[in-house]
């Protein structure tokens, strides 16, 4: 199976850090799609980015901003300048050829005060 | 709001009973999924539906059934309740496009005893 790899399964972090979190995939197809999804404490999944296999570009939201690298299959997440509310678990994940999303196994942030 | 809804939210069973998790959205979307997870594995897709009537088996569908019969709803059913079968159960949707982002319900939570 072409599997989503988050090697980090926890990362705790003090308020203000800057913290990244890693995502490697796999995949034969040459188009695909990329997302990361925020779980918090409460339990819902909040989507927070969506990428295209053709857009490169590093995108930058607020405090969050994703590295998109073809040549080594990585799609990872930083957030600039931690917060107490970005303690969550977050899920990458890719669509493949068959549409399905294929999510890695997510990794538990701890952001302490 | 347009929206997704779970209903129960939690629910406790016993081994071999028939259960039923209800989902339902209002953004008149066509595609809709239904994932379970588990610690360790992510999310993994139960079954999806790209339409009224359609119905298709994800990777872990064994024991699990759908039916399709309006747009709104994606009820999902367990034929025989098992303990293996306790999980979080996380329906979602998304517009009409095959690759169109999914957003997600809050989650069920299943114990079965």
């Known amino acids: 199976a072409q599997k989503v790899t988050q090697a980090q399964t926890e990362i705790s972090v003090v308020e203000k850090e800057d913290v990244t979190l890693d995502c490697v995939y796999e995949t034969r197809d040459t188009t695909y799609y990329l997302f990361w999804y925020k779980q918090p404490p409460s339990g819902e999944l909040v989507f927070l980015i969506r990428?295209?296999?053709?857009?490169?570009q590093n995108e930058i939201s607020g405090r969050y901003s994703w590295n998109f690298q073809k040549s080594t299959s990585s799609f990872n997440f930083t957030i600039t300048a931690s917060q107490v509310v970005d303690s969550a678990v977050y899920f990458c994940?890719?669509?493949?050829?068959?549409?399905?999303?294929?999510f890695g196994s997510g990794t538990r942030l701890l952001v302490r005060p | 709001d347009a929206e997704i809804t779970q209903s129960p939210r939690h629910k406790i069973t016993e081994t071999g009973r028939q259960v039923t998790l209800a989902c339902h959205q209002t953004?008149?979307?066509?595609?809709m999924f239904w994932y379970r997870q588990d610690l360790g594995h992510g999310l993994r897709l139960i079954h999806y539906s790209y339409g009224v009537q359609d119905t298709n088996k994800g990777e872990v569908s064994d024991g699990y059934s759908v039916s399709r019969s309006n747009t709104e709803d994606l009820p999902l059913t367990l034929e025989s309740a098992a303990s293996s079968q306790t999980s979080v159960y996380f329906c979602?949707?998304?517009?009409?496009?095959?690759?169109?982002?999914?957003?997600f319900g809050p989650g069920t939570r299943l114990t079965v005893l």
């Open positions: 994940a890719r669509m493949d050829s068959s549409y399905k999303l294929i």
């Open positions: 953004w008149n979307h066509n595609n």
């Open positions: 979602a949707s998304s517009e009409s496009r095959l690759w169109d982002t999914q957003f």
């Open positions: 990428r295209n296999s053709f857009d490169e």
